[in-house]
């Protein structure tokens, strides 16, 4: 069964510039959660959403926002991008919302702000 | 709030040589624990859990993990190296109902 996609796989913007990131779960599952990882904060929880409403936030500005679909697609939306934007974006999901259940994650969306 | 450590940002070892990656967590309640692979380019695999029950556990790839509550400790062994093997490590702890990673531990193998 076909993994974890996520669109664009790079991307590069300029400083207060948005940008939209989507994530294709598993066929099947309803949980997808988004990460973001850079060199000096590492992985850090974005937030969860499940049967498309978001269940969970981790610490981040406003501008970081999510959306899922009926179809349990999610995209990821930053708006007035900063340089300190500038990560590797995960996206993970999973058939239920226990933490215990393995997430999969996919390759990831890096992005640049320039 | 729960915490992990992951001892060591790089770890080499040689081929054939025994793995052993250093994860100390924090918790206030009984924690679910992981080990994650990340390969460059790609995203996390997940290597193993602890949930409940046996605390040695055995994940893909010949990797083991044992929880030990007095240490507050999920190292992660293997006990021969091999080049594939090379790859970034990440442990995580449940935190309600997210994950929290440790800063990562990358492991060169050499020849």
């Known amino acids: 069964k076909a993994g974890v996609t996520q669109t664009p796989r790079y991307l590069i913007k300029t400083r207060g510039q948005q940008v939209t990131l989507s994530c294709s779960p598993i066929s099947g599952h309803r949980s997808v959660s988004w990460y973001q990882q850079t060199p000096g904060q590492g992985l850090q929880f974005l937030f969860e959403y499940f049967s498309e409403t978001q269940r969970n936030k981790g610490n981040f500005p406003g501008r970081f926002s999510g959306r899922q679909f009926s179809n349990s697609r999610s995209e990821m939306n930053v708006s007035t991008l900063e340089l300190g934007d500038s990560a590797l974006y995960l996206c993970?999901?999973?058939?239920?919302?226990?933490?215990?259940?393995?997430?999969?994650f996919g390759p990831g969306t890096r992005l640049t702000v320039l | 709030a729960q915490s992990v450590t992951q001892l060591g940002s790089h770890v080499s070892v040689s081929e054939g040589a025994l793995v052993l990656l250093r994860c100390n967590y924090s918790s206030s309640v009984p924690p679910y624990l992981f080990w994650y692979v990340q390969y460059p380019n790609q995203g996390l695999q997940l290597l193993l859990k602890?949930?409940?029950?046996?605390?040695l556990v055995k994940g893909i790839n010949g990797f083991e993990a044992e929880f030990k509550k007095s240490e507050t400790s999920f190292h992660l062994t293997k006990p021969s190296a091999h080049m594939s093997d090379a790859a970034e490590y990440f442990c995580a702890v449940s935190d309600t109902d997210k994950l929290i990673f440790g800063t990562g531990t990358r492991l060169q193998v050499f020849p």
């Open positions: 602890y949930t409940t029950g046996a605390t």
């Open positions: 993970a999901s999973s058939f239920y919302r226990e933490v215990y259940n393995e997430q999969f």
